[in-house]
């Protein structure tokens, strides 16, 4: 199970469940092209879905979404960086990304449709996949404080309870609000430095409009 206990939480971002600028986000995807500006608008509506949907299919449709809109593709053939952290508008332009890609969609997805950002939480793991231990990024969802988080992930097209998750090994998580440390009460590091990449997503998918 995802246990994950609170190591800090300072306002990363206060204002993250601002409401979504629909006008900015279709001109920030027209900007990328036709094919994205089309995404998006199938963005937005799959969000007026979701937020009209009770939180826990809630969950379903919008992982099944992006799973469906995007395709796995490592940073490098993508971006040509070891790691980057693409905004959603990014990834469907490029229509490929990788673990943490997906997520970050998820992320923003679920937080416009309603669902508080405290029940969302980026997870860091330490997935087995084929008998090799490999980083990965999911994201949990919690339905209350301490309750067993609900797993969001790119290699499954259906949402399971961590426990049905054997496979996945928490390390760290973050949202919004701060930092958590996945096993014991041992620090995870200086927040603001281990978060940087996520500061600067948050900046750019604000200025798309989420």
């Not at 007026?48 to 809630?58: G, H, K, N, Q, V």
């Not at 673990?99 to 029940?119: N, Q, R």
Request: charge should be negative; aromatic fraction near 8%.
């Amino acid at each position: 199970m995802l246990g994950l206990a609170l190591i800090g939480a300072q306002a990363l971002w206060p204002d993250l469940a601002q409401a979504l600028d629909r006008n900015k986000i279709m001109e920030s995807a027209a900007r990328f092209g036709p094919r994205t500006a089309g995404e998006a608008e199938q963005l937005l509506q799959m969000i007026d879905r979701a937020t009209a949907t009770e939180e826990l299919p809630r969950l379903s449709l919008v992982n099944s979404f992006v799973n469906k809109h995007l395709n796995f593709r490592d940073d490098s053939e993508v971006w040509g960086k070891i790691d980057y952290w693409a905004t959603p508008l990014e990834s469907l332009d490029k229509g490929r990304g990788d673990c943490e890609d997906y997520a970050i969609a998820k992320y923003f997805s679920l937080l416009h449709a309603g669902t508080p950002v405290a029940k969302l939480r980026m997870v860091y793991v330490r997935a087995q996949l084929g008998g090799r231990s490999l980083a990965h990024m999911v994201l949990a969802y919690y339905a209350e404080p301490g309750a067993e988080p609900l797993i969001l992930d790119n290699l499954l097209p259906e949402v399971r309870p961590a426990s049905q998750r054997p496979d996945l090994q928490p390390v760290f998580s973050f949202n919004g609000e701060g930092l958590w440390q996945g096993v014991g009460a041992t620090s995870a590091g200086d927040p603001l430095a281990r978060l940087s990449q996520w500061r600067d997503l948050l900046s750019k998918a604000r200025a798309e409009g989420f």
